[in-house]
């Protein structure tokens, strides 16, 4: 069982930023790729980004604006937004999978977080 706990979400202007953190309780993540979704009131889950030990993907529509990165210690994997539009606006998750391949398919995530919200104005 891999207990993830997501922080950082809040209420921004649009052209702001936040940074959002993911941390593995009482474990790092070796052995396991990361994915960052998104939720928004009325729509599906969709993928925002995922960090591997080869690669680093993300979404065509946070490219540029969004990153991922992830401490020396693998404790924690962050999702840096930049840019921040209202159309960012959801519940931001994270979720971690078996093995050294990341995914964008939602249903290919062992555990999640339980989500952090995100609310951007304009």
């Known amino acids: 069982q891999v207990q993830l706990v997501e922080s950082g979400g809040g209420l921004v202007q649009a052209g702001g930023a936040l940074r959002l953190s993911c941390a593995a309780s009482?474990?790092?993540?070796?052995?396991?790729?990361t994915g960052w979704f998104r939720q928004a009131p009325g729509k599906e889950r969709e993928f925002v980004g995922s960090?591997?030990?080869?690669?680093?993907n993300y979404a065509d529509s946070v490219k540029g604006r969004f990153a991922i990165s992830r401490d020396n210690a693998k404790t924690t994997v962050y999702l840096q937004m930049n840019s921040l539009t209202p159309e960012d606006t959801a519940v931001y998750y994270c979720a971690v999978r078996r093995g050294s391949v990341s995914s964008r398919n939602v249903y290919e995530y062992d555990y999640w977080g339980q989500g952090t919200q995100v609310t951007v104005s304009s």
């Open positions: 009482g474990r790092t993540f070796t052995g396991y790729a």
């Open positions: 960090i591997s030990w080869t690669n680093i």
